[in-house]
């Protein structure tokens, strides 16, 4: 089974920002699409970004576009989220996921203050 370890979470004042990690185990991580997912309190899990399997394709919900950057490093089978100008509605667990894998991690926690 593939492990999927979310960090980098934290309590932040709108306008913050913060790095989410995700390290990926158990299979070829370099060959697999990653995407962040984010779940905030009573809502449904929604897409957040996207990132190909070389890094060189990114896709962000529009929510999200201009301020948040999904990056990889393939040697260190971890992907990234950067969020910048953090915003009360930005709070949220979030999750990463690789294509075709079926299970989820614990995630991380992001909870802005205003």
């Known amino acids: 089974q593939v492990q999927l370890v979310e960090s980098g979470g934290g309590l932040v004042q709108t306008g913050g920002s913060l790095r989410l990690s995700c390290a990926v185990s158990g299979r070829n991580f370099s060959t697999h699409p990653i995407n962040w997912f984010r779940q905030a309190p009573g809502k449904e899990r929604e897409f957040v970004a996207s990132?190909?399997?070389?890094?060189?394709?990114?896709s962000y919900a529009d929510s999200v576009k201009g301020r948040f950057t999904i990056s990889r490093d393939n040697a260190k089978n971890t992907v990234y989220l950067q969020i910048n100008d953090l915003k009360p509605e930005d709070t949220a667990v979030y999750y990463c996921?690789?294509?075709?894998?079926?299970?989820w991690g614990q995630g991380t926690q992001v909870t802005v203050s205003s």
């Open positions: 990132i190909s399997s070389n890094g060189n394709r990114p």
């Open positions: 996921k690789p294509h075709g894998v079926s299970n």
